[in-house]
């Protein structure tokens, strides 16, 4: 992993250069950043450059055995903690870091939940048990192999229970010699206090949606209006707009489905519900995650189109054209509980609630609010 592939994140990325050029890397830090800023990513890229024979002022040369090693998650000296479901036979991130280099490999920008959906265990708790922290007390332990650095990243430290958590301070206050601790958080605030005293933290942000719209055209060669569309609804995370490109196909409209389902919710026909109801049953959980989410894109731009300035208006050309005619049915009076609506379903269907029953009292419900006088 280069510091070329991490979208985004100018700031960052020169503060860990400039440590590794200039020789003076903290023993502990923590990547703090919302899920697709790219934190853990450039975990990877940082001490790919730490480990690097070729260093440049840039960074990691790419192309030397200790580059090759760190990009395939190999090196003796790098280790990764992460959330695991504890079973009888997980134990701790050593029973499934197969599992996680490849899930990592295919996706590095990858989320708790995607990691959760590869193990196919989406509904147990994610944990980072205490026989976690004394692995890292025993692997932290060992000489290097190659006569450097000994870096541990710890993905989601959030998730460590009170006994990991209190354990892994005493190593995080007096730590071995040459050894880096990598912390990459999504919710740096459930952290124990004492943990975040003893970490230097680098502050990763949502990526705006132009690195984004320039990210899928050049990697992706994205039709530009696609990726623009792509970039608005993943709301700065890199790694939805990955899958939201993933699992778009061109057959399936976004403006047409909601142009349909509000014409629905404006004049209730059972006939006609029913069939939009069937038809986005069975398109699969993600699409009708994006559903929801470009929904609420609408419910905001048609505030901001009534209320506020046109021209932070993000939808373009046809959509601009549809929000122009349906901007009116979204109101002071009913935008609260329209975006609640929304939001609350996404969450259902991330959790496997039926479909067809939501999608059902989305519509009636929506009827109601739209009609409100």
């Known amino acids: 992993m280069l510091y070329d592939n991490v979208i985004g994140q100018t700031e960052a990325k020169g503060r860990l250069i400039k440590m590794v050029v200039e020789n003076r890397v903290p023993h502990a830090l923590l990547f703090a950043g919302q899920e697709g800023s790219g934190n853990l990513p450039a975990a990877l890229a940082f001490a790919q450059h730490l480990y690097c024979k070729n260093k440049t002022e840039n960074g990691p040369c790419g192309t030397c055995a200790s580059c090759n090693k760190v990009a395939k998650l190999i ?3 790098l280790h990764f903690v ?8 997980i134990k701790s991130s050593n029973d499934l870091l197969k599992e996680f280099r490849e899930t990592y490999l295919s996706q ?5 939940n995607d990691w959760f959906n590869e193990l196919n265990a ?9 026989e976690e922290a004394n692995d890292i007390l025993r692997k932290l332990s060992y000489t290097s192999y190659e006569g450097s ?5 710890i993905w989601q430290p959030e998730k460590m229970n009170a006994e990991a958590a209190n354990k892994l301070l005493k190593i995080l206050e007096e730590p071995p010699d040459e050894t880096i601790f990598i912390l990459v958080s999504t919710h740096p605030d459930q952290l124990l206090a004492t943990i975040i005293s003893r970490v230097q933290q680098i502050p990763f942000y949502n990526c705006t949606e132009e690195e984004i719209t320039q990210a899928l055209i050049v990697n992706f060669k994205v039709n530009p209006e696609v990726a623009k569309q792509t970039a608005i609804l993943s709301n700065g995370n890199y790694g939805e707009a990955l899958h939201l490109l993933t699992h778009n196909d061109d057959n399936v409209s976004f403006l047409t489905n909601f142009q ?3 014409r629905l919710a404006l004049k209730f026909d059972c006939n006609k519900a029913f069939q939009w109801i069937d038809e986005n049953a069975s398109l699969g959980r993600e699409k009708q995650k994006q559903f929801f989410q470009y929904g609420l ?3 905001r731009d048609s505030l901001m189109y009534n209320f506020g300035d046109r021209n932070l208006v993000r939808l373009s050309g046809q959509e601009r054209q549809f929000l122009e005619k349906f901007a009116p049915f979204v109101t002071q009076k009913n935008y609260e509980k329209l975006v609640e609506e929304f939001n609350n379903n996404y969450y259902y269907i991330e959790r496997n609630a039926n479909p067809k029953i939501l999608f059902m009292d989305l519509i009636l419900k929506t009827n109601e609010l739209i009609n409100l006088k």
């Open 149 to 153: 650095y000994k870096t541990m990243i």
């Open 108 to 112: 590095p920008y990858i989320s708790l």
């Open 297 to 299: 894109e609408v419910f």
């Open 75 to 77: 090196h003796p000296d």
């Open 82 to 89: 992460f959330p695991i479901a504890k079973s009888k036979d």
């Open 122 to 130: 989406e509904n147990k708790q994610p944990i980072i048990p205490v």
């Open 260 to 262: 349909t389902f509000m």
